[in-house]
């Protein structure tokens, strides 16, 4: 299995990129985000990534990496509180752990992502497919970044086209704002709640559909299968 160990500090990750070779793992260091992004051609199985770059917050390189692979990737940081947990989480990573750390159960940790990761690409769905987001009137093509209504294209800027792509990849599943905050500005702050308000207004705005984006008042939003109210949305689960 190849690890990708994007660590900051040159003592530590020496030390862990060690031990981790001892057990086995090819192992590829970085200690920038730029470098985490070069290395990623060498296709890592697991990513262990540290929050503190000198380049990068390791949030934001969360979202960068999720946007180009679908690598399982487990942050490793100091960062104990539970909002950067669940921030880490929400962007897309696999596992959240707390330095220090036991070495026994970060390999541990590695091997379940590993394992999750591949049930998963056995079940994936054609590229195609996936690209393709239907919400009742509503058609939103990831690759292309191109949505549509009743075949009509409509132009959005790139904060709205992600917001829209978040909410329809699971129509009527109400999509928490913290959780929207966290994928679309890749950050934890509250103070995005109401630029989050103001996306969402100018999003109903542009798609003309009454009733497509649903308010769920002190939970967050949800796109409607069918285009109109849903009468009884339902709350996303957890991150795994």
């Known amino acids: 299995m190849r690890l990708l160990v994007v660590e900051d500090d040159v003592r530590v990750a020496a030390a862990l990129c060690s031990v981790l070779r001892r057990h086995g793992f090819e192992v590829d260091p970085a200690c920038t985000a730029a470098e985490a992004l070069e290395r990623l051609a060498n296709e890592p199985d697991v990513i262990l990534l540290d929050l503190g770059l000198p380049d990068s ?3 934001e390189l969360c979202g960068r990496i999720r946007a180009v692979r679908d690598v399982p990737i487990i942050m490793v940081t100091a960062r104990s509180d539970v909002r950067s947990r669940i921030h880490g989480l929400h962007l897309g990573a696999d596992d959240y752990v707390v330095k220090p750390y036991d ?8 091997h379940v992502v590993s394992r999750r990761s ?8 054609a590229e195609p497919a996936a690209a393709e987001l239907i919400a009742g009137r509503i058609d939103l093509d990831r690759l292309r970044r191109v949505v549509s209504v009743d075949g009509v294209p409509v132009s959005l800027t790139r904060k709205e086209f992600d917001l829209l792509a978040v909410l329809a990849r699971r129509p009527g ?3 928490p704002r913290d959780q929207l905050i966290s994928e679309v500005w890749h950050t934890n702050w509250q103070g995005n709640q ?3 308000e103001v996306h969402i207004a100018s999003l ?5 559909v009454p009733g497509a984006i649903q308010t769920v008042r002190g939970v967050g939003y949800c796109v409607t299968a069918d285009g109109g109210p849903s009468p009884r949305p339902r709350t996303a689960p957890p991150h795994p």
């Open 204 to 208: 109903r705005a542009k798609l003309k």
């Open 57 to 59: 917050d390791g949030f």
């Open 118 to 125: 591949a049930r998963h690409d056995g079940a994936r769905p």
């Open 173 to 175: 599943v109400v999509c």
């Open 103 to 110: 070495v026994g159960e970060l390999i541990a940790r590695i």
């Open 194 to 196: 109401r630029t989050l």
